[in-house]
Structures are given as structure tokens and as C-alpha cells.
């Protein structure tokens, strides 16, 4: 399969089994695009109107030497590496099931992933792929906090409470955690703890101490734990800044952008907006900070759908790390993003792309988390077909030790899948997350982002169309266009290197 | 003169599993943007 787009002045055509990027002129760009519909001496007659006939022959000795080293309409049987010989339950997860995580159909992986054509080759070995065959876990969300000091409408977590009672995890709970993980993580070495709520701040101490236990531990067992914390910034004071810049992996700062757009839903229980509030907080807390990751992360509604502008502010602040992402909401919902709204945002993220080089060129470079690609040293073939690993290799753990396959699944008890004492219970249920991935997904497998998405993100799949194996549809296209700025500034700096 | 430039890439056509999660990075739009951990040591 290729995909072939033109962006910011550039030609590129992507390959997709294979992983390739190309750059190519209009020449060798129409030549592609007519590959598969002409043969060499109708591509001839139909481009010789435009190009010179010696030019053309010369351009397709080019092309159809790319086809031969399998770097353009290259064929692999991707599906084959995780489902050959293997039986699973498909599971077809929905709102209308009697009971939700009743696998509903048992096919043959072979049926139900086999490639689009029909073919799955049998030379490929199987299930290379370690968390896929161990249930191993190995990483965690930690909703330490179902509360929150902000009362923000957009919220996924309905105000940090998932739709249930006001809730601290306490510090016992959060050791189970930390030995639950490190029981159930098989040879991995590398485990996450990401600090989530709600606001995890309002349950520091209990964050600190179950840091501190983990650390205290992870030599003994041979891990090595990286942590993650997502806050409102309220809260930060010199011991936040202190403990996070020693401690956390990666902060995740929340701000929205301008004044007015976080104002709008980033507000207290009182109503008044805490941009205010917090931005001096998030610039001390990055000024100080010098290890590990952090990002601003703010979320883009219907009524910011010029959210480039929000961007821009966030740098005009002296943040450099910046992630905005777009609502997870009901359809209904008055801010939720529309099908009016789709060219504006595509255009919103190609003038981002087009901002990113600029201030390259200038020297004031700066990261925007969704245009991170690293082509050479990316995802391995295996990490990019299982899927996001929610229900299987990631569990969300609620203040009470209740497990979930997703933070954004804690709000629908139909989800629970286990808890800490007796681990996973629901294996029904976490047979139909084992099997979210790119070849389940009917969508997905004709899609030319799959090696790029993995199959996306669960939860949202569930939300906008009823079952885990479905698409968001609107979030696959915005994805698609992330992934082609990503690219064509992966290949712009190429080729300013190359000049 | 050069009609193609190929970009270099991780070729596809391993599996340690020690990489991030997906979802532990930046919560709500899950695997572009991750790095091999192989790699990264």
C-alpha cells in the first residue's frame, strides 16, 4: 500500500509495509500514482503530453527499482507475526451486549485477521511480541485522586469524579499497586506509574510516599520505574517543583492557551478561572527544571478551533515542550468538535507544521508532542501492530484498587476487569482489549496510518461508535493529518541538510 | 537531477517490549510518537 501527498511545496509517498519515505518530483509522483492502473506502456502515453518520453522511461526504471528492494508498493504480512497458528477471542464489545466483555464471536485469528486480500503467509514466525503472549503489565495509571480543585465542564473524568463519589487513594492501596505491577510484569524492566486523578496534588503526600516505596524496591526486583504526573498546576508549590524535578519521568502541565480560552472551562468550584493561577506556577516549575520531560497540554474545543493561536501563546509564555490535543466529548455537547470545524483544524496544524520549521530556521526551536516522529529509530514492527496495550500490558487503578483497561474507561463500572487482591478477573474482557489492533479493525486495515496509530485509541473507538473494535472516525482523520505534517518536516530538515 | 530521495528509516518488513506505553506519555489520542527503548539506550 502507498500514500502519496503533497505538502508545503513537497511530493511524498510513503510506503507503507515497509516503513519507506520518499520524496520524489512530479514526474516520479504521477508515475506512482498511475503504477498500479497502466502498464510501463500506457504510463508512457499518458504523462507524454507533459513530460519528455526518454524522461519518463528513466523515471520508471527509477520507481520500478524501488519496488524491487520492497521499499515502494511493498507487500508484508504484518498480521501474520502476532495471529499465525494462534486462536483468540474476537470480541465484538458494545452497548447493546447483555453483559459488556461477552465475547460475542470466536473465530480463528486467521478468519478475522488475515490481510485484505484474503492472504496470510505462513513464513513468518509467530507472537514475537513479549506482553502479547505473558500478560505481561507494565505500566500503570494511578487515579490516586477522584476529586478535584478545578470544575472543568469539558472534562472526560466528569469533574474528577468519574461519575461516582469524592474519593483519595491512600498510601496501602498505592504499595499494593507498585507490588501488583512489579508481581505481574514478567522480564520487563522498565515500569510506569502515571499520577492521575482527577488532581493528583490533592493526594501528594500519599503520590510522595508511594514514590519512595517504589524506589525503595526497584533494585531488589531488577526494574527500574519512570513516573509520570498530570496536574492543574493549583497546587504546585517549592516541594511539587522539587520532588517532580527529581522524581517524575515526565510533568504534564494542563493550560488550554490564551487568558480566555483557559478561562473558559479551566475554572473553580466558584466559577473564576485559574489561568491566573497557574501559569506562574508551570513557568517556575519548567524554569527549574532540568531533567526529564515535561509538556503543556492544553485541549482544543469547537470554540477554539484556532487553537494554532493558543500555541503561539504558550511560546510567547517561554514554553517550548507543547502538547493540544483535540476534546474527547459527546457529540452533543456544545463545544464538541464539528464536521464544519475539520478544514479549519487541518489547516490549523499545516500552518503549525509551516511555524515549527520557521522557528527551526530561526533557531527557537520547539516541540509540539503530536509532530514527534523519530523515522530511524522509532516503534518496532511489533509495537506498532498490538495496539495501545490498554486491558493488557496497561491497567488504571481506581482510589479503591479497582482495575480498568483505561483511565478513560473508569467512569462505567461495566468496564471493571479486576482489581488488586485477585488481579485480572474479567479475562473475557481483557480477551476483546488483547485483540484491539489494526487487523481487527475493518477500518484500519485498508487505512495507510495503521503503522503509524496502531490502531488508535480504544476508548475513543468504544465512545463514538459503540464497540471497541469500531473507529472515531473524526479522530482518524486528524490523526492522518498530524502524521503528514510529522512527516513533511521530518522531511523538509532532510533536505535542508542536505543543501 | 535526483528525481527520488529516500528518507532514512526503521525498516519493517525487535519486540522486546521494554518501550512506553502508549498512553503514558502527553492520555486522550493514543504510536508515532514513540521512541524505541532499544534505541534510546
Redesign the interface.
Known sequence: MVHQYKLNGFNIVLDV?????????D??YEIIMLFEKADRDGIIRALSDRFDSDDIRS?LD??QE?VKQ??LF?Q?D?AARLFEGREYAVGAVSRTTKERGAVEKRRTAKEECSTADGRLDAHVNTS????WNEN?I??L?LNVAHTCNLDCSYC?AGQGKYKGEQALMVVETGRKAIDFLIEHSGS???L?V?F?GGEPLLNWQMVKDVVAYARSIEEQYGKRF?F?L?TNGVLIDDDVIDFTNKEMH?V?LSLDGRPHVHDRFRVDIGGNGSYARVVPKFLELVRRRDQGTY?V?GTYTHLNVDFLNDILHMLDLGFREI?M??V?CRPEEPYALTDEDMPIIMRQYEELAEEILRREREGDPFQF??F?????????????IIG???GT??LAVTPSGDLYP???LVDDPSFRIGNLEDGVTEHDLQDAFRTCNVFAREACRACWAK????G??AA?AFHMSGSLLGTDAF?CE??KKR?EC?IMI??AK??AS?T | KK???????????????????????????????????Q??E
Open positions: 509495509d515497509s516503513g519507506s519515505i520518499h520524496l520524489v518530483d514526474l516520479v523515471a527509477e520507481v524501488l520492497q521499499k511493498s508484508a504484518h514475537k511480541y513479549h506482553c505481561v507494565k505500566a495509571c472526560f520487563r524492566r522498565n510506569e502515571d492521575f519512570r509520570t498530570t515526565n504534564v509538556y497540554r502538547s490535543e483535540p474527547v508532542y503530536h514527534m516522529i523519530d523515522l530511524e529509530h522509532g516503534p518496532c514492527i511489533y509495537k506498532r495501545c496495550g490498554a500490558e496497561y483505561c483511565h478513560q503503522l503509524y496509530c496502531a488508535g485509541c475513543n479522530g486528524l490523526f502524521i510529522a521530518k522531511v532532510a533536505v542536505a | 528525481r527520488v530521495f529516500t528518507l532514512p528509516t526503521r525498516q519493517l518488513i525487535d519486540g522486546c517490549g521494554e518501550c512506553q506505553t502508549s498512553c503514558q506519555s502527553a492520555k486522550t489520542s493514543c504510536v508515532a510518537n514513540q521512541v524505541c527503548e534505541e534510546r
